[in-house]
């Protein structure tokens, strides 16, 4: 029993095992069941409309040259905003113009690539079933609303993306006990680049590289004989990602950042604010308020990383690790949604779907079937059980409806008024459903007409109340109540 688990889990694979035909017919079932999950429980967020942070970040990057996104790219160590997220957003309008659903099916397509990486990544950690339990796992869950519903969270989407591709590079030439050669080094800076591009937990790659070398890399070389070349070699990813990592983050906290004096980003960085940021994030993800304190936290996770450190399996210490190491960058500014934690949830649901599996394993003792056809069935008993569970789950943890926004009922007043007035100069809005501090209408106007001219006035962000004379100045003039907005000049 023990030698099974141990060519099953406890050492990454030597290559890549053939695959029977039942076991591909097993995983395109299974594949077709997860991204069924997904669909079924995620797929309302297709319809969701643009947020106030996607007319931010939409305006920001249209405003912007298209040269300078591209240098901004480029030079990843400017202090350029999430080039690449911004170049995604360009890219988008340019396609669908003020029409949310092409930004919806864009993050959708990634979130399904996404499952794919993460499966490849835990497959080439552990095993196939063991990858496959942990995209189970990582699915769908109502916690990440926001990706569901958001286009703002494409740079943890995007950013996810490009770091389990670089991360998979990494762990699918090392499993098989060779080093990456040049032209795959060189791969996988392009996508570390491109993490860094996207959002600032990029930055933790080259831990997370680090890490898997200390506790699941092979030292021993396929057809190379030791050497202290091939130890340097073994090291550079890592250290050339640190590389890339390190002016990357002095020009996010140089002073022409937008993230310095924004106080959503203000550091505070104490043990007792990571335990209790890693409380609060832990809470949101299992939907149960209130469950955690900073104290029970750092209780739990001490007696997990001793189940880990005692265990044969060493992918339960990389999957803890990898937990305790991702959220870094988020875990000393003020909380987020479960959004932010999208990447380290990827070490929670490998942890678990590794300890499901050895347990399992553990409880059968000797009766583990040996048989390729009995272990199939095992395997398909165990995802099918799981799958019930999580699907209950989720129906009792559904996606609460997403909040209107206001931004779709302006585009068809503007849709409306361009029969009548195809280029206003000036917009007044005597009031709108936003806040005070929010520019929306503005942006919503000028990319509408996608002209940068355009003067779109709120009255409750003037700072007094113009007189009549001045009023009548507008091309147009919007109100907004009970029944939407109303066209005051010219009549609606």
């Known amino acids: 029993m023990q030698e099974y688990i141990e060519s099953r889990t406890i050492q990454p694979a030597a290559g890549t095992p053939r695959v029977s035909t039942a076991e591909r017919v097993l995983l395109i079932f299974q594949g077709g069941l997860i991204l069924y999950v997904f669909l079924r429980f995620a797929r309302v967020g297709l319809r969701a409309d643009f947020t106030n942070d996607d007319m931010l970040n939409l305006y920001q990057a249209w405003e912007k040259p298209i040269l300078r996104l591209v240098k901004e790219n480029l030079l990843f160590f400017s202090s350029g905003y999430r080039p690449l997220g911004a170049l995604a957003y360009r890219f988008l309008f340019a396609v669908g113009g003020l029409n949310a659903l092409p930004f919806r099916i864009a993050v959708y397509v990634l979130l399904i690539v996404n499952l794919y990486l993460l499966y490849r990544v835990a497959r080439d950690i552990t095993t196939r079933e063991i990858g496959i339990l942990t995209a189970l796992l990582l699915c769908f869950n109502a916690s990440f609303a926001e990706l569901y519903y958001n286009t703002g969270t494409i740079y943890d989407v995007l950013c996810f993306t490009f770091y389990f591709a670089a991360l998979g590079l990494y762990i699918g030439v090392r499993k098989n006990h060779r080093l990456l050669t040049t032209r795959q080094w060189i791969a996988f800076l392009v996508l570390n680049i491109c993490a860094l591009n996207s959002k600032e937990m990029a930055v933790t790659l080259p831990a997370v590289l680090l890490i898997y070398e200390l506790v699941l890399g092979r030292s021993e070389l396929r057809d190379a004989a030791p050497s202290a070349r091939i130890g340097l070699r073994r090291w ?28 959503s980003y203000r550091l505070h960085i104490s043990v007792a604010t990571y335990f209790s940021a890693l409380a609060h994030y832990f809470q949101i993800l299992a939907q149960a308020p209130g469950a955690l304190s900073a104290g029970t936290c750092a209780a739990l996770l001490l007696l ?17 690790l990898f937990t305790l190491i991702t959220p870094l960058p988020v875990l000393f500014v003020p909380v987020r949604g479960a959004y932010a934690m999208y990447i380290p949830a990827f070490g929670i649901a490998l942890y678990l779907a590794a300890t499901l599996v050895f347990v399992r394993d553990r409880l059968l003792s000797g009766r583990v079937p040996k048989k390729p056809a009995g272990r199939i069935a095992l395997e398909a008993a165990t995802f099918l059980l799981c799958l019930a569970g999580l699907f209950r789950y989720h129906r009792f943890h559904s996606l609460n409806p997403a909040a209107e926004s206001g931004i779709r009922p302006l585009i068809v007043q503007l849709d409306n008024l361009r029969t009548r007035m195809p280029a206003p100069a000036r917009i007044l809005f005597l009031d709108d459903p936003f806040s005070n501090h929010e520019w929306t209408p503005v942006f919503v106007c000028r990319l509408y007409y996608r002209n940068r001219n355009v003067v779109a006035d709120q009255i409750k962000m003037m700072g007094y109340t113009p007189d009549q004379q001045q009023i009548d100045s507008y091309d147009v003039i919007f109100t907004y109540g009970k029944t939407g907005y109303t066209r005051v000049k010219p009549p609606g």
């Open 236 to 263: 550079m990813p890592p250290a050339s990602s640190a590389a890339i990592a390190l002016p990357y983050i002095f020009g996010k906290l140089s002073s022409s950042s937008p993230l310095i004096g924004n106080e």
């Open 304 to 320: 997990l990383l001793a189940a880990a450190l005692l265990a044969p399996e060493r992918c339960l210490l990389f999957a803890l």
